[in-house]
């Protein structure tokens, strides 16, 4: 994260701006309606400045002038707009010397603050950033999120802040709150100010909030919460589902895995709770026994738990598992799939799972030993018309490789090793069965790793598109 997102409260606090061209005025404009106290400082300043400064009377001094350095004295905030590089670089080195926000326009090396594109919705504000990167881009984005959000929607803030202390008192438990917020939120009373009705969505939250028992809201009965074990998809986060998306911005907590991408996390709440569960060949310091019985606990204090996965819950996620335990104790679960990674990753890898010259079927396997065995039928897996998929194959691929080819795969058979799939740092690794192994070992890949081995590997080479390979 370049830049810390905030809004600042700059009401009657002192800024100043220096330049008095078209660009200067528009930050001024911006300024003066968030209700800053104005010094102007230009040798020569705009005719169109008149009407601006006359509609915010008293609220901007004016100087025809070149800048001073005592003109920085008590600012909070300086705007420099001019077309004087060495003047802009000179105002923002004494500026930030003193330790005083400045941005220099469209030279983004010399701005400690830039300006986002607003979406102004008082008191709702959405501002959005490329950090001086791409200006255009973000007014586009801008753009569209007003397409999104309706104009009255500054007046559903104002109505649900009229009843915050009222809900406060009446609704004793945070989550319990939280939850009854996003109710009102999604339910018919914005609509009802939307359409100019403003009475009528006051005497429905009235209403809403009178049916609120405090006993019953702050106790947490058992079976009060709920689990969503959501798959999480192979790492890209574009491929998270609509639903994915809105459970993992109503979690209060998330308990998430080591396959689950840090860039698939940063859609969860930000303010929610995180619990990390993750398991590894030969290291498993949370037990599945333990995170079962952890999403009960959680669900019984009334809390909207995320149960986040790497790929599908249900393919070698041991989703099952856990939902059976929530099953058996009563406990309220939905289930989310994801694009699970042998889908995911081949897709990014270009290769076809199926293909109707090579492979009419696919089958998804499990690497990983179980009784530090590997429990295959290596007889049935010998199918030339057919693709196979090896999850958590990377420490036994020397073993899985040599076991096909002991039991009639052909030597020559195309495989590949994708590791982290569909993110930035995706790596494919194209060989035969017999040789891919000792290409892994001198790549020094890392998990998570998908092993695909059939005829369709073939078509890699012609097929790739997200990124350049490695072979």
């Given at each position: 994260m370049d830049y810390l997102p905030l809004f600042h409260n700059i009401q009657h606090r002192p800024c100043l701006v220096?330049?008095?061209?078209?660009?200067?005025?528009?930050?001024?404009?911006?300024?003066?309606?968030?209700?800053?106290s104005i010094t102007l400082v230009a040798p020569e300043i705009d005719a169109a400045f008149s009407e601006l400064i006359n509609e915010f009377d008293d609220s901007v001094l004016?100087?025809?002038?070149?800048?001073?350095?005592?003109?920085?004295?008590?600012?909070?905030?300086?705007?420099?707009?001019?077309?004087?590089r060495a003047l802009n670089k000179t105002i923002s080195n004494l500026?930030?010397?003193q330790n005083i926000n400045v941005n220099v326009v469209d030279?983004?090396?010399?701005?400690?603050?830039?300006?986002?594109?607003?979406?102004?919705?008082?008191?709702?504000?959405?501002?959005?950033?490329?950090?001086?990167?791409?200006?255009?881009?973000?007014?586009?984005?801008?753009?569209?999120?007003?397409?999104?959000?309706?104009a009255k929607l500054g007046k559903v803030a104002e109505l649900t802040s009229s009843f915050r202390e009222k809900v406060k008192q009446v609704i004793k438990s945070s989550t319990t709150r939280r939850a009854f917020w996003e109710s009102v939120l999604q339910g018919n009373i914005p609509e009802?100010?939307?359409?100019?009705?403003?009475?009528?969505?006051?005497?429905?939250?009235?209403?809403k909030l009178a049916e609120q028992s405090d006993a019953e809201n702050s106790s947490n009965p058992d079976g009060e919460g709920e689990v969503y074990l959501v798959g999480g998809g192979p790492g890209d986060p574009d491929l998270l589902t609509f639903r994915a998306l809105r459970l993992m911005q109503q979690a209060d907590v998330v308990l998430y895995d080591r396959l689950v991408s840090p860039q698939v996390l940063d859609r969860v709440r930000r303010d929610a709770e995180r619990i990390y569960?993750?398991?590894?060949?030969?290291?498993?310091?949370?037990?599945?026994?333990?995170?079962?019985?952890?999403?009960?606990?959680?669900?019984?204090?009334?809390?909207?738990?995320?149960?986040?996965?790497?790929?599908?819950?249900?393919?070698?996620?041991?989703?099952?598992?856990?939902?059976?335990e929530l099953a058996e104790q009563g406990i309220r679960f939905q289930v989310v799939p994801g694009i699970t990674a042998a889908s995911g990753c081949a897709s990014y890898a270009g290769i076809p799972l199926t293909h109707r010259d090579h492979a009419?079927?696919?089958?998804?396997?499990?690497?990983?030993?179980?009784d530090d065995h590997r429990h295959l039928d290596w007889p049935k897996l010998i199918n030339a018309s057919e693709t196979l998929?090896?999850?958590?194959?990377?420490?036994?691929?020397?073993?899985?490789?040599?076991?096909?080819?002991?039991?009639?795969?052909?030597?020559?058979?195309?495989?590949?090793?994708?590791?982290?799939?569909?993110?930035?740092?995706?790596?494919?690794?194209?060989?035969?069965?017999?040789?891919?192994?000792?290409i892994v070992r001198q790549s020094g890949v890392r998990a998570p790793t998908l092993l695909i081995i059939g005829q369709v590997v073939s078509l890699q080479a012609k097929l790739a598109w997200f990124k350049q390979t490695e072979e």
């Open positions: 220096v330049g008095g061209g078209q660009v200067a005025l528009r930050k001024l404009r911006t300024l003066l309606e968030a209700g800053a004016v100087h025809r002038r070149e800048f001073d350095q005592a003109d920085l004295n008590q600012m909070m905030l300086v705007v420099v707009a001019t077309n004087d500026a930030i010397e030279q983004p090396e010399l701005c400690s603050v830039i300006f986002p594109a607003i979406v102004d919705r008082s008191p709702v504000q959405v501002a959005i950033s490329s950090g001086g990167a791409s200006p255009v881009l973000a007014r586009l984005l801008r753009a569209q999120i007003e397409a999104l959000l309706p009802r100010i939307y359409s100019g009705n403003s009475g009528e969505a006051t005497r429905l939250l009235e209403n569960v993750g398991k590894k060949a030969g290291n498993h310091p949370v037990s599945q026994t333990n995170i079962n019985a952890k999403l009960v606990e959680l669900a019984r204090q009334g809390k909207r738990v995320l149960r986040l996965k790497g790929g599908d819950p249900f393919i070698f996620g041991r989703g099952g598992e856990e939902i059976g009419q079927s696919v089958r998804f396997i499990t690497g990983h030993k179980q998929v090896f999850y958590m194959g990377l420490a036994g691929l020397e073993d899985i490789c040599a076991n096909l080819v002991k039991h009639g795969l052909a030597a020559d058979m195309p495989a590949a090793l994708v590791a982290k799939g569909t993110t930035e740092e995706q790596t494919v690794l194209v060989s035969d069965v017999t040789s891919l192994p000792g």
